[in-house]
């Protein structure tokens, strides 16, 4: 009876040492890929399917074993939807913990300060990535859908690099840029200056919207929201070539005529006194700023040099010399915006 129990015994070690071996040769084994690959895991899949696919596939063996140490090690944990990037000398056993540790490939997409909202529209669309929810929505189709029906959307989202994975909605992405957008006006407006010429946070983004179109060079920026102030306060209308090409949407060929400039548009500043209706342009943070804290000074004029920068004048007549040395005579390479930056230089 002793040989039988120590037999039986030694036959139960046996087979635990064996299924340990094969519990942990599973985990060990690499992954069967000559290249790096991406493995896509869509909603509501499991482990157990997946390791089943990648079987059939011949990229690994011994699924059930596998099985068997997710359910014990990592059952706890949700798999996350999303990409996988896999490559050669992957094992098993990494494949596993990576899917624990919900480590899925990311992507950015990057809205830039300057940009209409057609254009934030068409980065979306392009952004192959991404589950496209939003193609054929009139843009109040897509403000409704963020929960802003009634809104315009133009300025409406921040301006920054955002991150997504395969199958996340265009629209959560863009609900990302909206909030932002919100909060960083808010955060600005409970810092404001005293005294200014707004009725309410939305008009100091407009303002913002044409301090962005009108510099890029940051230590002008308030200087230009000094301008626009004392222009608003004096009655003085803003004239800013920025608001014409909006009003003029797609009828603008890359320049503006004197006729352009006398034709109203609800957004022509050379027709229309105090501010346009919306924002013309996505803002950055600094724009924002620069609007809720103008420059104290005398200007009322700035003119663009060519090079990005501006000369910036307290009386019509300087302004005029100005406009003789720097518009009336332009320079071969004449900007009146600071030239795009590599990625290199950012």
Known sequence: MLRVLVAGLLLLALLAGWAFWQYQTAADQLLQLNNERLLEVPPGSTPNGLLIRLEQEGVLADAWWLRLRWRLQFAHGALHSGEYRLHPEMSAGQLLALWQRGEVVQYNLTLVEGWTFAQVRQALARADKLQQTLNGLSDADVMRRLGARGEHPEGRFFPDTYRYVRGMRDVDLLRQAYQRLASVLQEEWQQRAADLPYADPYQALIMASLIEKETGVAHERAQIAGVFIRRLRIGMPLQTDPTVIYGMGEAYRGRITRADLRRPTPYNTYTIRGLPPTPIAMVGREA???????????????????????????????????????????????????????????
Do not use: C, M, W
């Open 288 to 346: 924002i700023h620069a609007a809720l804290h103008p420059q104290d000074g005398r200007s009322l004029y700035f003119v663009a040099r060519g090079d990005g920068s501006h000369v910036f004048s307290n009386t019509l007549a300087e302004h005029n010399r100005a406009v003789r040395e720097y518009q009336l005579k332009r320079r071969a390479d004449y900007r009146s915006s600071p030239a795009p930056q590599s990625k290199e230089a950012r």
